[in-house]
């Protein structure tokens, strides 16, 4: 069995995974309510907050997958080792160095984007390389060529904003609460997303990359507007709008790739892989068979980082007690 934590931002999470993808346990300790008054996530308190929460989680995670002798019963250590934040990063490196060496386990550092590809191998069965992953994150957007688990190659990023990032900041404009990504995602249900036709972004390039800081700059623009007209801020509509422009541009930039790559079958995964809206537009397309883990399975987990470990771990990855913490891995 492989118990994994990830600790990489401003959840702390352990998982215990038996086998591929028995999932015996998956807890979680989040932070929301104490970045939420500032409106992101602030570092220094994260890494203390990771510090209160990781052992009582621990024993959450052993309690609830019946293990009572877990010297006995892990086979491996799993711990998220990078990107992130460093001090979030070091909290969990930490502890699970301690633990390897307490039970005398193997430990093995996890890159976090390799993780939510993950997510959706977990939840798959039937989904075999090659397949294209798309990571939309906070930190992150990103599409992957995943030739075979553990063979990728990034074939567009974001050159500025992940998507994430934007439904953080959006919200943040809105007085909306953070994090953006679900606020705006219930928001939008009731609101006309014709209201305002926002620019979706990088619309005429041909490549795989995103930009979403111009999308935020324009619905700044528009709430400037409205504001000094003594208008109220229409929030469902506004909502919309931006939600479809930038799935518009998700969606449109897979397009590509699988044309690029003539590779049909598209995994998305990562916090905005949540999105309602954006699930429906992958899952009604024709040109690919769409993947998605459920929605708790896209934001920062445990489960995901067991399976790369579990992968990785039999593919021949090996870490030891030197590991350290790599905030800017890149997959
Ligand atoms: O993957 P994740 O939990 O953490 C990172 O690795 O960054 O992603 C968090 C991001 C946040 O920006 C959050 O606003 C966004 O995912 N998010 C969503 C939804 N749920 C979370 N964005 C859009 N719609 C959602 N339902
Ligand atoms: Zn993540």
């Known amino acids: 069995m492989t118990l994994a934590l990830e600790s990489s931002c401003d959840d702390t999470a352990v998982a215990i995974l038996e086998g591929q993808r028995t999932i015996r346990s998956s807890v979680i300790s989040s932070q929301i309510d104490s970045h939420s008054p500032f409106g992101g996530v602030v570092p220094e308190f994260a890494s203390r907050m990771h510090l209160e929460a990781v052992l009582p989680l621990l024993d959450r995670a052993l309690l609830e997958a019946g293990i009572s002798d877990p010297k006995r019963d892990i086979d491996l250590l799993a711990v998220t080792s990078g990107p992130g ?14 633990l390897a060496q307490g039970w005398g386990k193997p430990i093995l550092g996890v890159n976090h984007l390799e993780g939510h590809i ?3 191998v977990v939840n798959h069965p039937d989904l075999d390389p090659p397949f294209l992953a798309m990571i939309v994150s906070g930190g992150h957007t990103e599409v992957v060529l995943v030739k075979e688990l553990g063979d990728y190659r990034v074939i567009g990023e974001t050159r500025d904003d992940a998507a ?3 439904y953080d900041k959006v919200a943040k ?8 990504g679900p606020i705006i995602d219930k928001l939008a249900l009731t609101g006309n997303e014709r209201a305002f036709d926002f620019p979706v972004p990088l619309r005429s390039s041909e490549k795989v990359e995103f930009s979403f800081s111009g999308l935020k ?8 507007k409205l504001r000094k007209n003594g208008q109220p801020l229409p929030l469902e509509d506004l909502c919309a709008s931006f939600q479809r422009a930038v799935a518009q541009s998700l969606v449109s930039k897979l ?19 949540a999105n309602s809206y954006l699930r429906k537009k992958l899952l009604t397309q ?7 883990p459920d929605p708790f399975y896209c934001t920062d987990n445990g489960v995901m980082i067991a399976g790369a470990a579990y992968h990785g771990w039999n593919r021949g990855r090996r870490s030891d007690l030197e590991l350290s913490p790599s905030p800017s891995w890149r997959i």
Do not use: C, D
Request: glycine letters at 18%; charged letters at 10%; hydrophobic letters at 50%.
């Open 118 to 120: 993950f997510a959706n």
């Open 173 to 180: 404009l809105l007085g909306l609460g953070y994090p953006g």
């Open 164 to 166: 994430g990032e934007a």
């Open 217 to 224: 700059t324009s619905v700044l623009s528009q709430v400037e």
């Open 286 to 292: 024709t040109a690919w068979k769409a993947y998605l």
């Open 85 to 98: 934040l460093m001090g979030s990063l070091l909290v969990g490196v930490m502890a699970m160095k301690g």
């Open 255 to 273: 397009h590509i790739a699988v044309s690029l790559t003539g590779v049909r079958k598209v995994a998305v995964s990562g916090g905005v892989g």
